[in-house]
Nanobody, 121 residues
Framework: QVQLVESGGGLVQAGESLRLSCAASGSIFVIGAMGWYRQAPGKQRELVATITAGGNTNYADSVKGRFTISRDNAKNTVYLQMNSLKPEDTAVFYC???????????????WGQGTQVTVSS
């Protein structure tokens, strides 16, 4: 059993900041990439940012320069620091982790339950 638990969402005004956290727990052998996606009402889920186990990062163009993804491998936790938030950032944010539950199993993607981020103008 693997769980990803997100925290840090909320309601902020445009220009403010939020920091999301996502901790993976349970039967985990190794975690590869981790990241964040988001889904706004009426839209498809889209990539926000990813980070490899070695720390290489990738961002959606819409968040470059404003969002920073990081991870603490010792804590199996990924973070998303969001600065200069805009109303168009309003969405449910989902974290994911690509991990293997044992050395004999393949990597699979696991998802958190989602956390709401609302940015008012």
């Amino acid at each position: 059993q693997v769980q990803l638990v997100e925290s840090g969402g909320g309601l902020v005004q445009a220009g403010e900041s939020l920091r999301l956290s996502c901790a993976a727990s349970g039967s985990i052998f190794v975690i590869g990439a981790m990241g964040w996606y988001r889904q706004a009402p009426g839209k498809q889920r889209e990539l926000v940012a990813t980070i490899t186990a070695g720390g290489n990062t990738n961002y959606a163009d819409s968040v470059k320069g404003r969002f920073t993804i990081s991870r603490d491998n010792a804590k199996n936790t990924v973070y998303l620091q969001m600065n200069s938030l805009k109303p168009e950032d309003t969405a449910v944010f989902y974290c994911y982790a690509r991990l293997a539950r044992s050395r004999w199993l393949n990597y699979n993607d696991y998802w958190g339950q989602g956390t709401q981020v609302t940015v008012s103008s």
